[in-house]
């Protein structure tokens, strides 16, 4: 008889324990109910974001009627250490890096190959930034790059295009222009980036390049140019992720003649692909000013 009372207990407490499980479990939510001649229900779309696989929004292949020419570009070459044809070489004075410290090898940009058409004295002066490199490498003190050399650069660059001027912004010592497409003025001074008007061709932007100073380089090979320069830039979209660029010099002061330089440039499409700002100031102060720095170092 108590075996009997004992069991009835414990079964009444299991189904107890059933039911109030079964009442604290989340219930589905309701469905509703199909009315007559009409098909059952669908269930409710998940968000876009958490469908699985789903691509992004389409790019869109134009802007005004223009070749879309927005994001981030980078060019994959060697041209940054020599618009020229060279080979794999040492740095002088840097041995403590060993192998890091050397220039890679590179094909020539020039199209059509050979060499910048230098006047014999505008050679010696290239001869001689060479020679002095990379101290007298405005690179090195951290001046802006100037075009076309911004373009090349190791570091990528965004592109912003809209229906009015476009924007290029580099960010290695924080380059920046603007490039105007209405207003074809010429600046009063010269500067490291120059002036920059622009204009569609078909479906190639041109952008003409006036107003830099002579104290830019193109490259770290000591090519140079004066203040007399100008740069005509043509970007002509391959597809979606590619760009050919040509960018062709005029120097009376400095060659005998004009030459252009080509290169694909390839857009990043990384997750969230962006530029990062590339502060490089303080990592040209000892270069700069050691003479009231001295050997000691920065806190």
Known sequence: MGKRYIGALAMGAAM?????????????????????????????????????GQQPAA???RIGGHPNLNGVWQALNTASWNL?????QGIPGFWQLGAIASIPPGKSVLKGGGT?????????????????????????KCYMLGIPRYTYDKVPFQISQGDGDIVMVYPYAAGTRRIFMKDHARDPVDSWMGRSNGRWEGDVLVVE?????????????GNHHSNQLKVTERFRLIDSTHI?????????????????????????VDNNAQILEYKCVPFADMLLYQ?????????
């Open 16 to 52: 107890l324990l059933a039911v109030n499980a079964q009442q604290r479990a989340p219930q589905p939510a309701p469905q509703p109910t199909a009315q007559r001649g009409q098909p059952p229900a669908q269930p409710a779309a998940q968000p876009a974001a958490a469908q699985r």
């Open 59 to 61: 790019r869109p292949a």
């Open 84 to 88: 020229e044809a060279h080979s794999a």
């Open 116 to 140: 910048i058409p230098y006047r014999p004295e505008a050679l010696k002066q290239r001869d001689e930034n060479r020679a002095k490199w990379p101290q007298s490498d405005p690179e090195a």
């Open 209 to 221: 390049v006036t107003d830099i100073n002579g104290d830019s380089w193109l490259d770290r090979a």
């Open 244 to 268: 050919q660029y040509e960018a062709t010099l005029q120097d009376p002061q400095t060659y005998t003649a004009p030459w252009t330089i080509e290169m694909p440039l390839y857009r990043l």
């Open 291 to 299: 003479d009231l720095i001295g050997n000691r170092q920065k806190p």
